[in-house]
């Protein structure tokens, strides 16, 4: 293929630009390591995550000092090949034999050099760097600031992984319990507060529960302990799983969660110990979201079942209950239910607050739509159709825009039209239709 003279200095401009970023980055890993080394005061929140994979850290917050750089480790970890020869003629690094340390000369004519050349932005969003800077060479870049912005390193997956992996080891008989369960981390958990469209009492639910974890001391003292426990309450589709997923995302919280009817054993003497498995390693996980679903299955089994082991099996659910609570164990408890109208007194109760998740009123049907669709190429009145859309509940909306826009691809369009959405109504009427049917 030729290439016209313009094109070929474009080529050399993106390779110019590229090798250039290649330099900051590399910089910013070395000044990383260097600041990090010399300040023991920072802990591993203060590496990006980018850091923390090219430092091998993992499994616990504590960080092995002394950090180091390689040529292996920016080939393997940042995809940057040949780090000693792009950095050759750089006055403020020194590379060994063989690339198998990297280091700056001297920290602040290095950190001189890497603001000079551009490298504010990489600053505002490492917080070992924010750090230096704010004490020695102020950029005007908060280190506070900065550092609320990095992704905890108690977020990610790595380290619930291990923290996971060392309860069951101290004690066999959890194991068990993580058949039984699916545990997320907070950086997994696709769902955002900000993306829901909640109703004033859910607001103001969450709010109450996030002032209950900041003053956990205080409530603990005056020996107010009857606080994190919620039932979520509403027909399917209405946001029950998504808002407890979103608050593990917002509240930096593991969430392991549970459907009861998954956890009653064909040996139904094991469901009680099964309960109380779970409910074990819950609290010495937390701090955590413990989320179970399909709730209603205590009342049913305690209302219709006279197995005397499903009897003992919904009492040990129901003590476990009694026995946890955000205040003194960590736990935020959420149990959903879709049928509150089989629920018993006794289990009611249990609960500090009931959580209704109704069908989305006309407004909120013109928000979820909006939010759906932000993303999308939509000839969309969105207005019409929240008022079109009585009855649908969030689930049906998402559902009703997949099948819109599937039916605009199909017609080699990516720009969603009325029609598109005409179709995707029908495909939700006929899901709902199918459902409601009785085929005794």
């Known amino acids: 293929m030729r290439y016209s003279y313009a094109d070929r200095i474009s080529i050399i401009k993106v390779t110019v630009m590229s090798g250039e970023d290649d330099i900051l980055k590399l910089l910013e890993m070395l000044l990383t390591a260097e600041i990090f080394n010399q300040n023991q005061n920072l802990d591993a929140n203060d590496l990006t995550p980018e850091c923390r994979e090219l430092f091998g850290v993992n499994g616990t917050s504590e960080v092995r000092r002394p950090l180091y750089v390689s040529e292996g480790m920016v080939r393997k970890s940042l995809g940057i090949g040949d780090a000693c020869q792009k950095l050759q003629s750089n006055p403020v690094v020194s590379c060994e034999e063989f690339g198998q340390r990297i280091h700056i000369t001297a920290l602040e004519p290095a950190a001189r050099w890497f603001i000079k050349k551009g490298g504010e932005g990489l600053v505002e969003k490492n917080p070992a760097l924010a750090y230096y800077f704010e004490n020695h060479d102020p950029t005007g870049i908060s280190y506070l600031s900065v550092r609320a912005k990095n992704p905890p390193f108690e977020d990610t997956k790595v380290y619930l992984d291990t923290k996971v992996s060392r309860i069951i080891g101290q004690d066999e008989k959890l194991r068990i319990a993580m058949d039984l369960v699916i545990i997320n981390a907070p950086e997994e958990i696709e769902q955002r507060i900000e993306d829901m469209v909640c109703t004033n009492e859910q607001k103001d639910v969450i709010s109450k529960i996030q002032i209950a974890r900041l003053h956990r001391d205080l409530l603990f003292r005056h020996r107010i302990q009857e606080v994190g426990k919620m039932l979520f309450v509403g027909p399917p589709g209405t946001g029950k799983t998504s808002l407890a997923l979103a608050l593990s995302h917002e509240m930096h919280l593991p969430i392991v969660e549970v459907r009861l009817s998954m956890i009653t054993s064909q040996y139904l003497g094991e469901t009680s110990k099964n309960i109380d498995r779970i409910f074990d390693f819950a609290k010495k996980l937390a701090p955590c979201i413990l989320f179970i679903d399909e709730f209603d299955f205590v009342a049913k089994s305690r209302v219709t079942d006279d197995h005397g082991a499903?009897?003992?099996?919904?009492?040990?659910?129901?003590?476990?209950?009694?026995?946890?609570?955000?205040?003194?164990?960590?736990?935020?408890?959420?149990?959903?239910?879709?049928?509150?109208?089989?629920?018993?007194?006794?289990?009611?109760?249990?609960?500090?607050?009931?959580?209704?998740?109704?069908?989305?009123?006309?407004?909120?049907?013109?928000?979820?739509?909006?939010?759906?669709?932000s993303s999308l190429n939509c000839d969309c009145d969105y207005r019409h159709l929240a008022a079109r859309t009585e009855g649908f509940t969030g689930a049906d909306l998402r559902i009703m825009v997949k099948e819109a826009i599937l039916a605009a691809l199909m017609d080699n369009r990516d720009h969603i039209l009325g029609q598109d959405i005409e179709k995707g109504i029908v495909a939700v009427n006929n899901r709902n239709s199918i459902r409601h049917l009785n085929w005794l």
């Open 310 to 373: 499903m009897k003992r099996a919904v009492n040990s659910l129901l003590k476990n209950i009694d026995q946890v609570n955000l205040v003194k164990n960590g736990v935020l408890l959420i149990g959903a239910t879709n049928h509150p109208q089989l629920l018993d007194e006794a289990a009611w109760r249990r609960f500090d607050e009931v959580v209704e998740f109704g069908l989305p009123t006309e407004e909120m049907r013109f928000e979820i739509l909006k939010n759906v669709t």
